[in-house]
């Protein structure tokens, strides 16, 4: 299975609102539904599935961060604004426990195998990938009017194990498993 963990994040009005700009945009771009917005912890790849209850059972041993709030703020590209692949929401991690997460999940994850990321640790939640250039400036005009924006906290439970599965409309997330249960 293709799987990652991920920290699923409830949307408030005000990204739901900026993921209906994007669509109408006329920006080529494959916007995130709502209901699949979340925070990528570790990218794990294509996992057997008898790796999960391990990988489940070392996040759960791990006693990661859990029921805290983060601030969805401002609005950004990779890898940068003019050659833009993928827009994010930031996150602002008030508590430090999107951090500590993040650095909690590596090292149980580094313990059974997995390689450390060796980027630094960028909370944000990806709302759409390119497809193409076409209509890409009408992207940039929405980004630009909600550079800056705090668009609210919202309250999250904790990590879950996801397996994606891609189809031709857009990845498909299941959650496997919650690493708080």
Known sequence: MRAFV?????P????????????E???DLKVVAARNLHATVKFLGDIA???APIILERLRAARLPRDYAVALEDVGAFP???????LWVGM???DGELAKTFVQAEKAFAEIGFIPETRPFSPHATIARKRSDSGKEGAKEVLSRHRNEAFGD???RGPVLYRSTLTPTGPVYEVVGEAFA
């Not at 991920?6 to 409830?10: A, E, R, T």
């Not at 940068?80 to 993928?86: H, L, P």
């Open 49 to 51: 599935d008898a790796q």
């Open 12 to 23: 408030p009005g005000p990204v739901e609102r900026l993921l209906d700009e994007l669509r």
């Open 92 to 94: 602002k991690d008030r």
């Open 80 to 86: 940068d604004w003019k050659r833009f692949n993928v």
């Open 6 to 10: 991920g920290i699923p994040l409830p």
């Open 25 to 27: 945009s006329g920006a």
């Open 154 to 156: 919202v309250q999250v």
